[in-house]
């Protein structure tokens, strides 16, 4: 008896066991395959939709000026700072230009002496013009009263001789009037030539724009090519990006586009193509998009990253679905729709991508509601019931 007892508790207890596993495989199953999924629910609208390219890049001025000095000196003034915007020929830095100054006025010195001894040697000229004139007509009377045998031979010699001289001094006061004059003109050059440094004391702006950085302070030392201030031009900002080489046969210039800065992503502004790069990167396939930005934030810095959507096409009135809700199965992709309570599968057409949205060209219609999981890890099938929050 004891051993038939011990029999039936021990199948007793298999079976139990065997019971509440089967219990528990069908509530799982029925907890997979048919208990209610909390959805997420997107009611269909016809609306625009604009194909788009993505790029990444940053803002750039395509006219750009490192500011710097022509000659060696120390900084007196630098008269502008980060963010000003300057005129064309605007002040900008003065160096030290005492120096500069002494020299100017000892070689203008140099020239009103030259002018003066100038003035001098003309005088001299004068006079030696004078002498021979005279001597001139005084060897034209000794010639003839010679001719007359009224004179001596002595005479005559004498007056040849003054003349000779006169002739001489003529020549001699010409040619000091000629290395004056030479002397002058370097007189001058050097003039010109200690203004043009002292004028090149004073930085001025090449063209209109924008002091975007300062890297000298007044007592800094500088010298030719030494960087003092950066200018761009505000005309034509643009942001280079990155764009994938697959693209490069459909982006043209003056296509639309939207640039969205990363210090505020959720605004966008206008712009358009530019430019294209002719050379790809040979590591990540991509070249350069110049996108010219139309419009600037409030508060915006050039290097400053950015986000550019180029345009390439444009519907008006198509039906849109989000791309979260689609879904690629083997049989194509799709999406899940509300029937009445249950996940109902459609597979469907595409048309243009945008960046969020997606056009269906075919197997939906406005006012259908599509679903996903509320839970991303969780996925739905075709007739699960499914709930909204």
């Known amino acids: 008896m004891g051993t038939i007892w011990s029999r039936i508790r021990r199948w007793s207890g298999r079976f139990i066991k065997f019971a509440l596993v089967v219990v528990v495989t069908v509530g799982l199953i029925y907890w997979m395959r048919f208990a209610p999924v909390s959805v997420i629910e997107f009611r269909l609208e016809r609306g625009p939709i604009a194909a788009e390219v993505l790029g990444t890049g940053t803002l750039e001025a395509r006219v750009s000026a490192t500011i710097s000095p022509k000659i060696s000196g120390r900084i007196d003034e630098v008269i502008v700072d980060q963010g000003d915007q300057v005129s064309d020929g605007d002040l900008l ?67 040849t001789e003054t003349l000779a001289l006169a002739v001489v001094g003529v020549s001699r006061a010409e040619a000091a009037i000629m290395e004056g004059q030479k002397e002058l003109v370097t007189a001058e050059k050097t003039l010109e030539y200690h203004r043009a440094r002292l004028q090149d004391t004073k ?115 198509v039906i849109l679905i989000p791309s979260q809700f689609l879904v690629r199965r083997n049989d194509g992709v799709g999406t899940y729709v509300n029937d009445n309570g249950h996940a109902m599968w459609k597979l469907v057409e595409l048309g243009l991508r945008g960046s969020e949205m997606v056009e269906v060209t075919q197997g939906l219609e406005a006012g259908e509601t599509v679903v996903i999981p509320s839970d991303l890890k969780k996925s739905l099938s075709d007739g699960r019931k499914i709930v909204t929050p």
């Open 93 to 159: 830095v003065r160096l030290d230009d005492e120096e500069l100054q002494q020299q100017v006025a000892i070689a203008q010195a140099n020239v009103d002496a030259n002018v003066a001894a100038i003035v001098r040697l003309k005088t001299d000229k004068n006079r030696g013009a004078a002498v021979f004139e005279q001597a001139q007509k005084s060897h034209r009377r000794t010639v003839v009263l010679a001719e007359r045998n009224a004179t001596t031979e002595e005479d005559v010699d004498k007056a």
């Open 203 to 317: 930085i001025k702006a090449p063209f209109a724009g924008m002091i975007v950085k300062r890297v000298r302070e007044p007592g800094d030392v500088v010298v030719p090519g030494s960087p003092i201030l950066t200018l761009i031009s505000t005309d034509e900002l643009w942001v280079s990006a990155w764009v994938d080489e697959t693209e490069m046969a459909n982006i043209q210039p003056e296509l639309t586009a939207r640039v969205l800065f990363r210090s505020q992503p959720s605004d966008s502004y206008p712009g358009k193509v530019v430019r294209l790069g002719r050379e790809a990167d040979r590591e990540t396939r991509e070249f350069i998009v110049d996108v010219g930005v139309l419009e600037l934030p409030k508060n915006w810095a050039v290097g400053q990253r950015a986000e550019v959507y180029i345009e390439m096409a444009r519907k008006q009135d």
